[in-house]
């Protein structure tokens, strides 16, 4: 478990273990002015990756004008001859990366390298090119369906890189086709759905792509190292968890609903509860902990709340509340300082353990 | 390992005794035994700290209305009451011993209460005088929390309100061109000051924070995309354009000065990977990125700026502002297709163009350094 250090050494000085001469120094020692190389990889990561966006987003930009002067066949030849030479780039940087030669730039962290810019670049081109078809012969296809099969088809090229950037696009790609789907059809399977539904499938599916990611890191087995996604994994459960408050915020204030209340809260308790018990023993993890119970007591609150519309005497109700809100807030700071010492303490021996054997 | 044997009884310290005996061997630190000192909590803890705090004081700030709604000089009590509840909450942040979370949780949710009346109240006392002396009031009620509270949460919210206080106070008195640079030199000045002052530096850093926040905020808002927001029309009605420009050239002098920092500081250090006139090479190509970028900046707002964000927060090791400007980056790149100020044709080829020329860069970066670790190589056999 990493520590903050400069909160600690801001701490230190403060307590003035510390002398104020020393603290830039001291802040320093924790975290060192980037040298020639950092400089080098950064600008050269920068250059490469900032390029290949605006190039990617001309592109599109490009063939969203729709420019009449050019021939549809020459717009498939841009896209299509970008979308080989991204191709093309992956594979003789690949190459020359697999190689015993040290690499000329080596990415920042696993994941910004030559290569995988070039399958971003790649991805981007199938969005354009999706769309380029969808303009050109007037398929008569939904948005939502651009946006899915944009999707489904750079999933090999995520899976391949097993890059952070590439599957955080995939899923807000998902989730947008969601959107864009829900906002024009309602339904499912010729189901008509309220919105609260709605809002619980947003849920679900993100949640479903946290269980994806976790298991596939959990798990050992050949693409293991593909679905190292933090990145994916926490904004993925944040999407979820935020998505089921809210589920539970309209279940609690909804006065005329229509549907059976008592699944979704079902549905809530057993999530919350599973991803607590899952994160509190088997996974020890602290930024779900925070989630789930920061929902929890928005929940309370909106429980709470739903009772002080219903009072005849709301004044004194308020500050009643208010001051719930603080103990439930300060109280779950209190057990989530204790559980971050324990889980530091874990990580520590575990630690320990691994270096001894 | 004398400081880690004496400290590791609680295994939860051992990386702070790490970092203590790191201190402790540069000579920073009087002793090698760490001090037992509480873990600090990480963003989201505190993020969730802030909004429970605000939902809280929102629940006070009703109590208070609904207590005083009888009464019938409402305007100055509300004023009266954020006074006292303000004046409190500051003397206990003061004063106050207790370390409690309740404690420290109620007075945060009583104090951000205490300031949302005296904001009412000033407004309500002040609204038929100038508008720039309640912009002004704002300005003051937010500084002087930011400057005596050390609870970093509260701190934190009273930067992020007092920055558009003062640019509010520019826009009233037709001085909005000025927003955006006066946002840029405040950057550059806070980020590169952090450790003058030593006992301010949580404050700074702060505020650092919060007028990064507010750059992004302004660039967002002050070009062609703030029109799908309904922005007061004060904020809008001026001359763009010149503030853009302005803008433009106060990122390019900034990012000039902090690339001159740091060659400077690199010049401090042991050239590991190549030589003198490599660095010069590496300088220049970084001048040449540098106006390359600004210029893109003229059509495409906002992504200068985000770059010197992402820079400062490369220099600074701060990592939360390196990921606020990649995020910033990416959007602003999205957001130009809505900018209204050339068609979409004009656009497309602007961003072909920056890109193929940035990837050009990056081709002549590879062959460059390819060829000097190559010429490394073969000096080293001959040798």
């Not at chain 1, 403060?14 to 120094?25: D, H, M, S």
């Not at chain 1, 007591?297 to 719930?324: K, N, Q, W, Y």
């Not at chain 2, 000192?37 to 009703?62: D, E, H, M, N, V």
């Not at chain 2, 507010?214 to 703030?226: E, K, R």
Request: glycine residues 6%; charged residues 10%; aromatic residues 12%.
């Amino acid at each position: 478990m990493i520590i903050r250090k400069r909160s600690e050494i801001w701490q230190w000085f403060t307590e003035g273990k510390i002398v104020p001469n020393n603290l830039n120094a001291a802040m320093l020692v924790a975290y060192p002015y980037p040298n020639e190389h950092n400089w080098l990889q950064l600008i050269a990561n920068l250059v490469l990756f900032v390029g290949i966006l605006l190039l990617g987003a001309g592109v599109i930009f490009f063939m969203a004008f729709n420019w009449d002067a050019l021939a549809n066949l020459t717009k498939f030849a841009i896209i299509e001859s970008l979308f080989v030479a991204f191709i093309g780039g992956f594979y003789l940087a690949n190459g020359v990366a697999n190689t015993s030669k040290p690499p000329k730039f080596s990415a920042l962290n696993a994941g910004w390298n030559l290569p995988n810019a070039m399958l971003l670049g790649a991805s981007i081109m199938v969005g354009a090119l999706l769309a380029l078809v969808g303009q050109t012969y007037q398929t008569g296809a939904d948005p939502w369906q651009l946006f899915a099969l944009w999707a489904v088809f750079i999933l090999p090229f995520a899976v391949i890189a097993g890059f952070d950037l590439l599957w955080l696009m995939v899923a807000v790609l998902l989730n947008v086709s969601l959107g864009i789907y829900f906002d024009s059809f309602s339904h499912v399977f010729g189901l008509l759905l309220e919105d609260i539904q709605i809002i619980a499938i947003f849920g679900l599916v993100n949640l479903s792509i946290h269980l994806l990611f976790t298991l596939a890191r959990k798990l050992t087995w050949p693409a293991q190292l593909r679905f190292q996604c933090p990145a994916v994994e926490a904004t993925s459960l944040l999407a979820s968890i935020v998505s089921l408050t809210w589920l539970m915020i309209w279940v609690v204030f909804d006065f005329d609903s229509t549907v059976n209340l008592g699944y979704y809260w079902l549905l809530y308790l057993t999530v919350m509860a599973t991803i607590f018990a899952w994160y509190r023993y088997r996974s020890p993890a602290l930024y779900p902990l925070t989630l789930v119970l920061t929902s929890l007591c928005a929940t309370i609150v909106s429980l709470l709340s739903r009772g002080l519309f219903e009072s005849h005497d709301p004044i004194g109700i308020f500050l009643l509340i208010a001051m719930i809100i603080v103990g439930l807030t300060s109280g779950c700071l209190y057990w989530l300082k204790q559980i971050q010492t324990e889980f530091t303490a874990k990580a520590k021996l575990s630690h320990k353990d691994a270096s001894d054997e | 390992m004398p400081a880690m044997s004496k400290s590791t009884n609680n295994p939860a310290q051992g990386s702070q005794a790490q970092l203590w005996q790191s201190l402790f061997n540069q000579g920073l630190v009087g002793n090698d035994i760490a001090p037992d000192t509480p873990l600090s909590s990480p963003w989201y803890i505190i993020g969730a700290q802030i909004i429970g705090g605000w939902i809280a004081a929102l629940f006070i700030l009703a109590f208070v209305l609904a207590s005083i709604a009888s009464v019938d000089d409402k305007e100055q009590s509300i004023l009266v009451m954020g006074i006292l509840i303000t004046l409190g909450c500051l003397t206990y942040y003061r004063m106050g011993k207790s370390n409690q979370e309740f404690v420290l949780q109620m007075v945060f949710a009583f104090s951000i209460s205490g300031q949302l009346m005296l904001l009412w109240g000033i407004y309500d006392a002040l609204k038929h005088t100038d508008d720039g002396i309640i912009a002004l009031m704002y300005t003051l009620v937010f500084a002087l929390h930011w400057w005596l509270i050390p609870h970093k949460a509260n701190q934190f919210m009273a930067a992020i309100a007092m920055v558009p206080s003062v640019l509010a106070i520019l826009a009233i008195y037709q001085l909005s061109q000025l927003i955006l640079p006066l946002l840029i030199v405040s950057l550059m000045l806070v980020w590169s000051q952090l450790y003058r002052w030593p006992q301010c530096y949580q404050r700074l850093r702060v505020l650092g924070y919060a007028l990064s926040l507010n750059l992004l905020f302004a660039n967002f808002a002050l070009s062609d995309m703030g029109r799908w927001m309904d922005l007061p029309e004060v904020l809008l009605a001026f001359d763009a354009r010149f503030s853009h420009y302005l803008a433009v050239i106060m990122v390019l002098l900034s990012a000039l000065w902090l690339i001159h920092q740091v060659f400077n500081q690199l010049s401090t250090q042991p050239i590991e990977l190549t030589n003198t006139a490599q660095l010069s090479r590496v300088k220049f190509i970084a001048i040449l990125s540098a106006i390359l970028i600004s210029l893109l900046s003229i059509p495409m707002a906002g992504i200068s700026t985000a770059l010197l964000m992402l820079l400062l927060g490369y220099f600074y090791n701060e990592f939360k502002l390196l990921a606020l400007a990649i995020g910033a980056l990416v959007s602003f790149i999205g957001l130009y297709y809505y900018s209204l100020h050339i068609n979409l044709f004009d656009k497309s080829l602007w961003l072909m163009a920056s890109g193929v020329v940035l990837l050009l860069i990056r081709l002549a970066m590879a062959l460059s350094i390819g060829k000097t670790i190559a010429n490394k190589e073969q000096r080293h056999d001959v040798q």
